[in-house]
């Protein structure tokens, strides 16, 4: 079955330390995407990338890294720099050509809690 | 600025009709969405529109009308499963998505 894996689906860390979310497609989708979930709030896109070895911030993109050195691979980094990294983070992708229908299919996510 | 505004949360009966309203303001406009996320789940999409009207799909409607910046999603004969929380999304000019905080949709036998 096509989708969008990620893991782990929970996710302890001291403060202080980086810490790398995988995410993993297989719906041969060139653009990929990271959101951030808070309680009370809307997605917030951290990066984004249209095309292999290419990314975007979005908009808090401070104290996080990505790469995209394969299509089917988008991981992101939370830095220590990241002053509030507890969260829940959502990984998308979606078929950029369409450009005015853009579904985004979303994997389960993964709930970062630093201690 | 850009922004998406929801009810925080609403109530509804099995059986019954809910309408669930969402205002926008984006820079430009390239549709809006609607996503439902169960809680700690991935969002799925539900519906898009781009043109003013009712686009219907199962027991699940959505409505826009760009000049008032307005949509709404309508769900028919409630379901237990239903209670989740529904996010509206609009796209801009630059083909990125604004996301509403949800709508917390609870049902009540």
């Known amino acids: 079955d096509g989708g969008i894996t990620q893991s782990p689906k929970y996710l302890f860390r001291k403060e202080g330390q980086n810490v790398t979310l995988s995410c993993e497609q297989n719906?041969?989708?060139?653009?990929m995407y990271w959101y951030r979930q808070d309680p009370g709030q809307g997605l917030r896109l951290i990066y984004y990338?249209?095309?292999?070895?290419?990314?975007q911030k979005g908009d808090i993109a401070e104290g996080y890294s990505v790469s995209r050195e394969k299509k089917e691979s988008f991981p992101l980094t939370v830095t220590s720099a990241q002053k509030n990294p507890t969260a829940f983070y959502l990984c998308?992708?979606?078929?950029?050509?369409?450009?005015?229908?853009?579904?985004?299919?979303f994997g389960p996510g993964t709930r970062l809690t630093v201690l | 600025g850009q922004n998406i505004d929801q009810p925080t949360e609403m109530t509804a009966t099995e059986g019954a009709i809910v309408q669930i309203n969402c205002t926008y303001q984006?820079?430009?406009?390239?549709?809006l969405f609607w996503y439902q996320q169960h809680a700690g789940e991935a969002p799925t999409f539900l519906s898009y529109?781009?043109l003013d009207g009712l686009e219907e799909k199962g027991r699940f409607s959505s409505f826009l009308s760009r000049s008032k910046g307005y949509s709404y999603l309508l769900l028919k004969e409630l379901q237990m499963k239903d209670s989740a929380s529904y996010l509206c999304?609009?796209?801009?000019?630059?083909?990125?998505?604004?996301w509403g905080a949800g709508t917390k949709l609870i049902i009540k036998p």
């Open positions: 984006t820079s430009g406009f390239n549709g």
């Open positions: 998308a992708s979606s078929i950029p050509g369409l450009r005015v229908f853009d579904e985004q299919f």
């Open positions: 529109n781009v």
């Open positions: 990338s249209q095309i292999v070895n290419d990314f």
């Open positions: 719906l041969n989708h060139d653009a």
């Open positions: 999304a609009g796209m801009d000019s630059n083909y990125q998505l604004i």
